[in-house]
């Protein structure tokens, strides 16, 4: 099994990255995929989940409007659209993988790509 994160870089305040997570091991459409990150000294915080179909998403509070989550399942690839960037998005950005019938089933992460927003 294997989640496989890109895209991360460095972008300027107001700027726009798109990340993409490549599954691989598992049948990727019976999983929910989230992306989830974590700063220097805080909580890994979730971001955004998309369920295996793609039908429904959801995001934290602090990305709305502003983030995109998205999946191809004939690709097994989960994207995150960020837009419109911030100082405090500043994180290193993991996906997960979670079987759509139970966590038992399957969980899965990847090992994150380092998003750093900065002038």
């Known amino acids: 099994v294997q989640l496989v994160e890109s895209g991360g870089g460095l972008v300027q305040p107001g700027g726009s990255l798109r990340l993409s997570c490549v599954a691989s091991g598992f049948t990727f459409s019976r999983y929910d995929m989230s992306w989830y990150r974590q700063a220097p000294g805080k909580e890994r915080e979730l971001v955004a989940t998309i369920t295996s179909s793609g039908g429904s998403t959801n995001y934290a509070d602090s990305v709305k409007g502003r983030f995109t989550i998205s999946r191809d399942n004939a690709k097994n690839t989960v994207y995150l659209q960020m837009n419109s960037l911030k100082p405090e998005d500043t994180a290193v950005y993991s996906c997960?993988?979670?079987?759509?019938?139970?966590?038992?089933?399957?969980?899965?992460w990847g090992q994150g790509t380092q998003v750093t927003v900065s002038s």
């Open positions: 997960n993988a979670e079987h759509t019938i139970a966590t038992i089933l399957g969980y899965y």
